[in-house]
Every structure is written in structure tokens, then in C-alpha cells.
């Protein structure tokens, strides 16, 4: 979404010229040492397993080298990122975000990011 804003820069250095576009990040809110999970992990669903739709939000992270879905709440979100304000997930849990298809056709290999 996309929304027309004026705003005042200091433009002592004439560094900013008439007809410029810029681009700004409004913060409104912030928590400090949260989890927070690409929101591409937010979206993701292994290709060969249905979930139920409304079922919530939930992340897929590697457990024993298998996908497992754990259900979270989102806290903040920039649209980059996102907050995950409780569930099962811990630091270092290893967060899928994609997979890869294998050329021989075998199934999907998941893909963690740290």
C-alpha cells in the first residue's frame, strides 16, 4: 500500500532538488530483544502437506531433519519481518522459508534460515 506524505528534511546542503522522490520508514512502534522470523516463513507450506485453511498463523522449522509446523502469534510486522510474540518457537530454531525441488523428482528439500 502506498500513501502520500509531506514531510520536513533539513535540506541546508541542497542535497534534495524539486521533483526528488525519496523513500522513508515511519516508525510507530518497536519491541527490543524479541523473536522475530522472516515474514516469508510466515507464508510458507511444504508443498506435499495440506494445512487447513484458517488455522492460524504458524512457522515450519527442521526438527530431526522433518518439517514441523508450530503455531505462533505475530507481534509487530514491517512486512520484512515479523515478531513472533508466543508459541513454540525458540532462539535458534532453524526456520524454513522455501524449498528446493530435487531434478530427479524426489521430494521437496527444506531450506532453513538462520
Known sequence: MTYDVVVGVDNRDLALMP??????????DEHKDVLRV???A???NPADIRVKAGSGSAVWVLRDDKPVRLPVTVGLDDDTNAE????GLQAGDEVITNEQRDTGGKTAIPRPRF
Open 19 to 28: 521533483g526528488m522522490t525519496a523513500a522513508s520508514r515511519i516508525v510507530t
Open 42 to 44: 510466515l507464508r510458507y
Open 84 to 87: 513472533v510474540a508466543a508459541g
Open 38 to 40: 522472516p515474514s516469508q
